[in-house]
């Protein structure tokens, strides 16, 4: 019987008593307000349960404040990088115990300067640990040599750089998906428009490359002769994109698969919705909240989404437990599972 309760965790304490995490470690620790109500619901959880906090942990972080730096690009609230941004401070909230001091540096994700500056920002602080997604091949590398600490990638990883590891989806293999949803659906290999964001620059991030190669690689292993039309839209530029959108298919009626490789899928299908477009297939990435809201009204058929709040709630997590505690991850490279949504299935993988 003491074997079963010393294996209680923390997170089971939370649950049975309907709070956060934060909540419980407050009350064990004696920080903060919490209603004596709450607080006297959750010690009787945690006699009832048996739970015993890791007093190790909780010496040490004492002892010592673990300063993480997450690099990551502006975003706005249901976007693809929110939800990054969730499950950094969902991981902060339940290592409270751990005393992380994470600071949160933002870009712009199709500016190299942007990147430079955030890069440049991280060292002056002199972090402990550092998170970031290599958008910027290049830069990213010269930055881990650069730093000196352990860094954690998420979302792509540059192999060749002494990173200590990296949490997210194979986005080869998760081009391939959609490509077999692609030309399951375009069985007589119609033209295909591949619609996706350039940089004034002329720079391509990690993640576009590597989910082109995958969709090439899967096209020449099954000898398929197929017209993939390449078409560059705006990340933000509305009108614009509805003139790129007008001229490409004005010029190309013939199409009527459309793809994007990155999580800007809503892009093509609200210029559907004003010009009433009813012949055109989309396929894109991301369970975004612009994405899930066009996926839902069918104007998207398909999307390749992942738990990107999940793999970043568990980076920072492993993170900060190796940092405080020693305790390296299982693996260097922690591949998350790769998700098919429709309309039919959205609304219970959102919950």
């Not at 064990?28 to 006699?47: A, C, Q």
């Not at 500016?111 to 060292?123: H, I, N, Y």
């Not at 040599?145 to 194979?170: H, Q, R, S, W």
């Not at 790129?244 to 009527?256: G, M, R």
């Amino acid at each position: 019987m003491d074997e079963i309760k010393s294996a209680v965790t923390i997170r089971q304490v939370a649950e049975e008593a309907g709070v956060s995490i934060g909540t419980v470690d407050r009350i064990l620790h004696n920080r903060g307000r919490v209603s004596k109500e709450t607080s006297s619901k959750v010690m009787e959880i945690i006699e009832k349960l048996g739970y015993k906090p890791n007093i190790h942990a909780s010496l040490l972080s004492i002892k010592k404040v673990v300063k993480i730096a997450v690099i990551i690009p502006y975003f706005q609230s249901g976007e693809f990088w929110s939800f990054i941004y969730e499950g950094i401070r969902q991981a902060e909230e339940e290592l409270v115990s751990y005393n992380p001091e994470i600071s949160i540096l933002y870009y712009n994700q199709f500016d190299g300067d942007s990147f430079r500056k955030a890069c440049s920002q991280c060292l002056s602080i002199k972090p402990n640990g550092v998170i970031m997604s290599p958008i910027h091949r290049d830069l990213s590398a010269q930055f881990v040599e650069k730093i000196k600490v352990p860094v954690v990638f998420l979302d792509t990883c540059v192999e060749d750089c002494n990173y200590f590891a990296y949490y997210g989806i194979d986005l080869g293999e998760s081009a391939r998906i959609l490509a077999d949803l692609l030309f399951t659906q375009n069985r007589d290999f119609e033209p295909v428009v591949n619609f996706n964001i350039l940089s004034e620059s002329g720079f391509y991030s990690e993640a576009f490359l590597r989910r082109d190669k995958g969709l090439e690689s899967f096209m020449k292993e099954r000898n398929i002769d197929c017209e993939i039309h390449k078409c560059m839209i705006s990340s933000s530029d509305f009108l614009k994109n509805v003139s790129i959108f007008d001229q490409f298919f004005e010029k190309h009626p013939d199409v009527h698969h459309a793809i994007t490789m990155t999580s800007r899928a809503h892009l093509i299908s609200d210029w559907m919705e004003i010009r009433d477009v009813k012949d055109l297939t989309i396929y894109g990435y991301d369970a975004t909240v612009a994405n899930v809201r066009s996926l839902k009204k069918g104007s998207i058929r398909f999307l390749i989404a992942q738990r990107t709040d999940a793999q970043a709630c568990r980076a920072t997590r492993e993170l900060v437990q190796y940092l405080t505690l020693g305790t390296r991850p299982q693996k260097r490279d922690n591949f998350f599972p790769i998700d098919i949504l429709t309309r039919y299935n959205v609304d219970y993988y959102i919950q």
